[in-house]
């Protein structure tokens, strides 16, 4: 025989479990979200960085030993791929987050014939449900990291933008013109770059440095 009381607090317990399940899985689509939006963040900074050191592909080696590069053109956009490829190793996690938790079912009260029965599952459902809040709190966590990225990453890319127009002017001048004067240096069998111009891509090299290590920086 089951005391009534004992029999409510177990309900109580699989009503707690049941809405903690509900509020995880609601969290779970805001952070899918977020997390697309990160990783599009993360996309756009790669492909801005790409697109500012398209320049450097005009560098020849003794002077990208001269400024101190340390990445290539096509190491960004190898970043750029690896970038586009994060969202879906996301949702694999949280895909697999899912399946665990939906094998989280309490037994239904009816199906207890004794106390100590009602008791064990009661103690069941209190396992699931430190389960359910310690996941929550990864959810929170990864929630706050990808807001701290964004953030920082938004700061990044506006110092980026300034720094990188400042030097574009001071390498072409007049556009177009300044473009074309330099290629028929190169036709001339001179540098692209002269060696007022190292200083600058140096700059370049510096900033692009810092940006690569904010977006490359993980979330977990």
Excluded: W
Aim: charged share 30%; proline share 2%; hydrophobic share 40%.
């Amino acid at each position: 025989m089951i005391a009534e009381k004992e029999l409510n607090e177990y309900k109580a317990l699989c009503a707690a479990l049941q809405e903690l399940r509900r509020k995880f899985f609601d969290r779970k689509q805001e952070l899918k979200k977020l997390l697309e939006e990160t990783a599009a963040q993360r996309k756009d900074a790669l492909e801005l960085l790409a697109k500012a050191n398209g320049i450097t592909r005009f560098l020849t080696g003794r002077q990208r030993l001269m400024t101190g590069l340390l990445y290539y053109l096509g190491d960004i956009k190898a970043k750029i791929k690896l970038a586009e490829s994060f969202q879906n190793a996301q949702n694999n996690f949280e895909d697999k987050n899912e399946i665990q938790l939906s094998t989280l079912t309490p037994a239904i009260p009816e199906d207890c014939r004794s106390s100590p029965e009602l008791k064990r599952n009661g103690l069941a459902v209190i396992l699931m449900i430190d389960r359910i809040k310690k996941s929550l709190l990864q959810l929170d966590v990864l929630e706050m990291r990808c807001r701290e990225l964004m953030a920082s990453l938004n700061k990044a890319m506006a110092a980026f933008r300034h720094e990188s127009r400042r030097i574009h002017r001071s390498i072409y001048p007049l556009g177009f013109i300044s473009n074309f004067c330099r290629f028929l240096r190169r036709l001339a069998g001179k540098t692209y770059f002269t060696f007022r111009d190292l200083d600058g891509i140096a700059d370049l090299g510096n900033i692009t440095g810092l940006v690569l290590k904010i977006a490359e920086s993980p979330l977990i």
